[in-house]
């Protein structure tokens, strides 16, 4: 009888510190991945949060004080976070179809050659832009721009004739051209890039669909509408969910191409909040981050509409 | 006995006081100073003096490293003589680039913070820029207990004043700068018009039409439309009485007022791509004048002395560049706006006395200004220096390689002013910008609207947080 009691429990006792084990080595796996999340992103995100509700003046000697929702009250009745958020989502809708029309057409055209080498080449001609760094990029684009010296104001005022050098075009430095002229840049420095994101979604579409399609009679057109593009999309939503976040908060090109002139195309959101965070007064760092957290949230409810817009309907 | 001990007390006591009123005033090191102690048997006193923070007015700490300054990238490019002529006299110096850009103080501050700096000194601070910042930060200390008394009296008046912010200097100056006139004598005579400065606006108006009218050149005048370099000297050379009280540019002004009036007129001659935005340095740099000046499109040209210079590098013939001083209105003051790019001492940084040591040696070193003023192989940066006895130096002496307009520029100084510290003290002509350029534009017909709006802007942004 003794035996027959004792050994269930002793049983179940080990079977339990081995649960127990298991389940603790399990968290020993997970820890690295949850430390970096932690670390890495849950507590930037939480910590900017709590600046953003207080009066943190980064130059004051000063501590921070609970302020509230005063901050956000502030930054939305402040016409310029209005102004930077259209400018910004100007800026995204000139980007935004050139990261997807012109890639995918180019590489439904380079998918379409059939020397592997030829097809090869062109791969590498559309990388070179993707991995210039990005100083030599702003650079060369620069100049490319200049109302003085550039060579696109040379072409129209000294060959063509199309402008005189009081009335060429004025590209950079805070005119109604700035923005477009930034997404002429990025979209030539993405093409290649973003090319290879539907090359790999047009290599994943089985041979037999378009083949089948054919067979039934579809033409070329047909066939691009109702079965290539279909297929694309999983790869589209990607790109215009990542590209739509990025187009958004662009700031590095639009501190060096256009300045802190409020009035320009190019003081958006987050070169408002840069400006107050680091350069105004005594560096407004609270209601920076509240500015943030609003341009944030705006994103977060746009990337929810284009995911709804993407869903699959498989 | 006891008498003598009492008067040896006595005289310790009196030669004590007068070694720490001479610390204080900079006129002796504190290696001096703990030298002259110990030499008077009052080590102890001594060094409970230099353990004194609040005699020093700066925390004090044992230096346990090479003296570390770190300079703004241009500076190192410009004047390669720092590097190679003025350093290797320093033995264990550890020289470095600073991490900043477009005046970006952030690592300094952040350091501050955690009371704690990597680096000794800064060389690459204007006082109206970013210094207020970092005196209102606390990551910098007052140079008065370190700098040598003959130094300051050294320094030109005007500079000697640039520095200071509630009595105390905060910036040790090296390269200056001041906003002058410049003409291209090619165009100028090409145009029929005489190679000399013009003394008023209204010549300089006359000869920027002159220039368009003649064809010699497609613009007849240029200027940086940032407000520290136009609008401010513009309206210095009519009159310098328009700061507020807590040192504020008032562009409700009549001579502000004025000043814009000009710029207009000064547009009707200029390259159109004037008034955009710089295309490096947060837009404060890479400016379209720039590009005017250095394609030989602009006959005359109004900015900081070294920018026609470096621009006229590559025309066909620069011995062409002129330099002068800034026109004036009729009956003005004739003034214009200096400033002076220096060193910023770390308060949480080591080495103070040899980093007061090393200024010295660096802004007195003739390699150095020979090589900014002369040019070398990696350019001509025409960088002045701020202190009289080498002006007077070259007036007694001349060197072969000095130029003419380094005595007007000289003498510009006389009656120039720099544009008074304040934390918006840069920011005032950021944000007005866009507001006081409607009247430039023609968004706005009245100039005075347009200045007012321009004060109201920057008034809401210092109120922010009311």
């Known amino acids: 009888m003794t035996?027959?009691?004792?050994?269930?429990?002793?049983?179940?006792?080990?079977?339990?510190?081995?649960?127990?084990?298991?389940?603790?080595?399990?968290?020993?796996?997970?820890?690295?991945?949850?430390?970096?999340?932690?670390?890495?992103?849950?507590?930037?995100?939480?910590?900017?949060?709590?600046?953003?509700?207080?009066?943190?003046?980064?130059?004051?000697?000063?501590?921070?004080?609970?302020?509230?929702?005063?901050?956000?009250?502030?930054?939305?009745?402040d016409p310029l976070l209005w102004q930077g958020l259209w400018r910004a989502g100007q800026f995204t809708l000139m980007f935004?179809?050139?990261?997807?029309?012109?890639?995918?057409?180019?590489?439904?055209?380079?998918?379409?050659?059939?020397?592997?080498?030829?097809?090869?080449?062109?791969?590498?001609?559309?990388l070179i832009p993707a991995v210039i760094p990005s100083t030599l990029v702003f650079v060369l684009w620069k100049w490319m721009y200049n109302f003085q010296i550039g060579p696109i104001n040379h072409i129209l005022v000294n060959i063509l004739g199309l402008y005189t050098i009081r009335t060429a075009p004025q590209w950079l430095g805070g005119t109604s051209l700035t923005l477009p002229a930034i997404a002429i840049m990025e979209v030539w420095w993405g093409l290649g890039y973003h090319a290879l994101f539907f090359l790999a979604g047009l290599a994943s579409i089985p041979k037999e669909l378009p083949e089948a399609a054919r067979v039934d009679g579809a033409n070329e057109w047909q066939l691009f509408w109702h079965v290539t593009l279909p297929r694309l999309q999983p790869i589209m939503a990607i790109l215009v969910v990542l590209r739509f976040g990025s187009a958004m908060a662009v700031i590095d090109e639009y501190l060096i191409l256009g300045g802190f002139n409020r009035a320009t195309p190019t003081y958006t959101w987050t070169v408002f909040m840069y400006d107050q965070a680091f350069k105004s007064g005594l560096w407004r760092q609270g209601f920076a981050a509240a500015i943030g957290m609003i341009g944030a949230i705006v994103m977060m409810i746009v990337v929810a509409g284009l995911l709804w817009v993407f869903r699959s309907r498989d | 006995m006891a008498k003598k001990i009492q008067r040896n007390k006595e005289q310790e006591y009196l030669l004590h006081q007068k070694l720490v009123k001479q610390l204080n005033a900079g006129q002796i090191s504190r290696r001096g100073f703990l030298?002259?102690?110990?030499?008077?048997?009052?080590?102890?006193?001594?060094?409970?003096?230099?353990?004194?923070?609040?005699?020093?007015?700066?925390?004090?700490?044992?230096?346990?490293?090479?003296?570390?300054?770190?300079?703004?990238?241009?500076?190192?490019?410009?004047?390669?003589?720092?590097?190679?002529?003025?350093?290797?006299?320093?033995?264990?110096?550890?020289?470095?680039?600073?991490?900043?850009?477009?005046?970006?103080?952030?690592?300094?501050?952040?350091?501050?913070?955690?009371?704690?700096s990597t680096w000794d000194v800064y060389v690459g601070t204007t006082p109206f820029v970013e210094m207020v910042q970092l005196k209102e930060s606390g990551a910098i200390e007052p140079w008065d207990p370190f700098i040598p008394q003959e130094v300051v009296d050294d320094m030109i008046p005007s500079i000697r004043e640039e520095g200071i912010v509630d009595g105390q200097r905060w910036a040790w100056p090296f390269l200056l700068d001041v906003i002058v006139q410049s003409w291209h004598a090619g165009i100028l005579t090409e145009a029929g018009l005489e190679d000399a400065p013009a003394a008023t606006w209204t010549e300089y108006l006359e000869r920027a039409q002159a220039i368009v009218e003649s064809g010699a050149a497609p613009f007849g005048a240029t200027f940086d439309a940032r407000g520290w370099r136009s609008l401010a000297p513009f309206t210095h050379s009519l009159s310098t009485d328009v700061y507020t009280e807590e040192g504020l540019f008032d562009f409700r002004s009549e001579p502000a007022i004025e000043a814009l009036k000009l710029m207009k007129d000064i547009m009707q001659f200029a390259n159109p791509d004037i008034l955009l935005e710089g295309a490096s340095d947060g837009g404060v740099n890479d400016t379209p004048d720039e590009a005017a000046w250095a394609a030989e499109r602009a006959g005359q040209y109004t900015k900081y002395q070294n920018a026609p210079i470096r621009f006229a590098e590559n025309w066909v013939d620069p011995d062409q560049v002129r330099l002068g001083p800034l026109p004036s209105f009729e009956g003005g003051e004739g003034s214009t706006v200096f400033w002076t790019t220096g060193a910023a001492l770390f308060r949480f940084g080591q080495n103070k006395e040899a980093a007061a040591e090393y200024m010295?040696?660096?802004?007195?070193?003739?390699?150095?200004?020979?090589?900014?003023?002369?040019?070398?192989?990696?350019?001509?940066?025409?960088?002045?220096?701020?202190?009289?006895?080498?002006?007077?130096?070259?007036?007694?002496?001349?060197?072969?390689?000095?130029?003419?307009?380094?005595?007007?520029?000289?003498?510009?100084?006389?009656?120039?002013?720099?544009?008074?510290?304040?934390?918006?003290?840069?920011?005032?002509?950021?944000?007005?910008?866009p507001v006081w350029e409607t009247f430039l534009t023609d968004e706005e017909s009245d100039p005075a609207v347009a200045m007012q709006n321009a004060w109201d802007a920057v008034q809401a942004e210092i109120n922010r947080d009311a």
């Open chain 2, 360 to 433: 010295t040696e660096l802004t007195y070193d003739m390699q150095i200004w020979q090589d900014s003023i002369a040019g070398t192989e990696t350019g001509r940066p025409m960088q002045l220096p701020p202190y009289q006895s080498i002006y007077a130096e070259w007036e007694a002496n001349p060197p072969a390689w000095l130029p003419d307009f380094v005595g007007l520029v000289r003498g510009q100084l006389d009656v120039a002013k720099a544009i008074p510290n304040h934390l918006f003290g840069l920011q005032q002509f950021v944000i007005g910008k």
């Open chain 2, 35 to 116: 030298t002259r102690m110990l030499a008077g048997s009052l080590s102890l006193a001594g060094l409970s003096v230099l353990t004194d923070s609040a005699a020093l007015g700066a925390p004090a700490r044992q230096d346990t490293r090479p003296l570390t300054p770190t300079f703004y990238q241009w500076i190192d490019d410009l004047h390669p003589g720092i590097e190679s002529v003025v350093n290797p006299r320093f033995d264990n110096l550890n020289f470095q680039i600073a991490p900043v850009q477009g005046f970006g103080v952030e690592r300094f501050v952040a350091e501050a913070r955690n009371q704690e």
């Open chain 1, 96 to 126: 935004l179809p050139g990261t997807i029309i012109l890639p995918l057409l180019l590489a439904i055209l380079i998918d379409r050659v059939r020397n592997q080498r030829v097809a090869t080449i062109y791969r590498v001609i559309l």
């Open chain 1, 3 to 77: 035996t027959v009691t004792v050994k269930p429990e002793t049983h179940i006792k080990s079977k339990g510190l081995l649960a127990r084990l298991r389940l603790n080595g399990n968290w020993l796996f997970v820890l690295p991945a949850l430390v970096f999340f932690i670390g890495y992103q849950a507590y930037p995100i939480l910590r900017v949060l709590w600046m953003s509700f207080t009066d943190l003046q980064y130059l004051s000697g000063d501590p921070a004080n609970w302020v509230g929702l005063k901050n956000y009250i502030n930054a939305l009745k």
